[in-house]
């Protein structure tokens, strides 16, 4: 079983820069990558940014929305990733969720979300 726990939302002006972590725990061996989602009421989950597991440095990817402002970072003995983001725009508020995603492609966990906010 794998758990992960985001941190690091709040509030900040346009323009500006926030980092969320999230920490997995559990069965690490078992997850293939990590992610972070973003969601607004009334909306789908969307995709931000996902970066794979294992000894290599990781395979990105990243929703066209954020390239060139968002990036993905991972600490690998702190089973931790990251998410950079900078140069936020108010349409960049959304709760942020993290999840961590099988080897069959499968989520294996959700964290609870926190929350971004981004206003003059």
């Known amino acids: 079983q794998v758990e992960v726990v985001e941190s690091g939302g709040g509030l900040v002006q346009p323009g500006g820069s926030l980092r969320l972590s999230c920490a997995a725990s559990g069965s690490i061996e078992s997850i293939y990558a990590m992610a972070w989602y973003q969601q607004v009421p009334g909306k789908q989950r969307e995709l931000v940014a996902g970066i794979t597991s294992g000894s290599s440095s990781g395979v990105t990817n990243y929703a066209d929305s954020v390239k060139g402002r968002f990036t993905i970072s991972r600490d690998i003995a702190k089973n931790t990733i990251y998410l950079q983001m900078n140069s936020l725009k108010p349409e960049d508020t959304a709760l942020y969720y993290c999840a961590a995603v099988g080897g069959d492609r499968k ?14």
């Open 107 to 120: 989520f294996l966990a959700w964290g609870q979300g926190t929350q971004v906010t981004v206003s003059a």
